[in-house]
């Protein structure tokens, strides 16, 4: 069943039919009680809304980010793009494909908007403060968490004209501290405080300055699919193992995620492609350090293991006040 929220069957109900609100609740009632109380009341309107031939699943148009839920198909929503996430490609034994993602906001809420495949091309347009239109999506619920999904029929309309969102109402996001051995996969906003036990070198790859999906060298040169033979750019990636007692993870980080864990500046990793020599003391320097990292869990097919890629860190930690945060937690 769509997990659509009483008081929006409800108006739905009293917006398609004009009972009024005491009228509906009633009915609702009294369907409740003729099945002996063995259905909630969402339930009971769900029925109630089908005998009176109430539509309760089209596609809404215009729909603010608050009022989303899951299993809403949408016919238009608003938002400016917060940030914009990098597309992976991931590839098993039983599947390989695409993923990337973006968060969008308006003055009611944000949230994810997740592109699988060829709809990651619908995210090449896009900057962060682009206003989007997404035309005919889904909502899906992801542990606990809403996202969009965009499909075959999808269309991202980048700045269109007219249409504007001048606030965003920040969400907080609830960040849960977890052990490495408590990880499950999928799980995102999850926290772990742990040492660098091991450093992996940086690696480098080529990718189009206009799109950014990942490039090969070919006879003529760089060239990218959509834009042609073009000078490439560098994104960069680093891994590290973190240990926490209960044990050991990889994490992945990242562009701006490595920029904060090395507090370097682009210019200043990218001279590690040319000089690999000088990420020596880089490495050294690292190993030892206590660190929090928040970010999603995921499974690496290939490797059979949960990493994390890393979306915040914090250095500098103080072990004294991580000690009375987890006796006040274990109080609790």
């Not at 695409?98 to 906001?105: A, L, P």
């Not at 091309?121 to 206003?131: A, I, R």
């Not at 072990?319 to 006040?328: G, K, M, N, V, Y």
Request: contains cysteine; hydrophobic residues 35%; glycine residues 6%.
């Amino acid at each position: 069943m769509i997990k659509i929220p009483f008081e929006i069957l409800l108006q739905k109900i009293e917006t398609k039919t004009g009972l009024s609100h005491e009228a509906i609740e009633l009915q609702i009632q009294e369907k409740m009680a003729e099945l002996s109380g063995l259905i909630s009341k969402e339930g009971a309107a769900h029925i109630l809304a089908n005998e009176l031939k109430v539509d309760i699943v089209s596609p809404e148009q215009h729909v603010k980010i608050k009022n989303l839920y899951a299993g809403m198909k949408i016919g238009e929503v608003l938002g400016k793009v917060l940030r914009k996430f990098d597309v992976h490609e991931f590839q098993s034994s039983e599947r390989k494909g695409k993923v990337g993602s973006f968060i969008i906001g308006d003055e009611t809420g944000t949230i994810r908007v997740t592109c699988w495949h060829d709809q990651t091309k619908e995210m090449e347009q896009l900057s962060e403060n682009d206003v989007v239109a997404i035309i005919d999506s889904s909502v899906r619920e992801n542990r606990g968490v809403l996202e969009i999904h965009l499909n075959e029929r999808t269309k991202v309309l980048r700045n269109p004209d007219g249409k504007t969102v001048s606030e965003i109402k920040m969400q907080p996001i609830n960040i849960i501290r977890k052990a490495v051995k408590d990880l499950t996969e999928a799980e995102s906003n999850v926290e772990i405080l742990g040492t660098i036990v091991q450093v992996f070198e940086p690696k480098f790859f080529e990718r189009c300055p206009v799109c950014r999906k990942r490039i090969k060298q070919q006879e003529i040169g760089f060239q990218c699919p959509e834009h042609g033979i073009i000078k490439p750019e560098y994104g960069y990636v680093m891994n590290v193992y973190l240990d926490d007692g209960s044990g050991n993870i990889r994490v992945v980080f990242f562009g701006q995620q490595m920029q904060q864990l090395l507090k370097k500046s682009d210019e200043e990793i990218l001279l590690y492609r040319t000089a690999p020599e000088l990420f020596d003391k880089i490495k050294t320097d690292l190993l030892g350090e206590m660190i929090k990292v928040a970010g999603r869990a995921s499974k690496n097919e290939m490797f059979s293991r949960i990493e994390l890629i890393a979306n915040k860190i914090e250095t500098n930690i103080n072990p004294e006040e991580e000690i009375t945060r987890l006796q006040q937690e274990l109080e609790k």
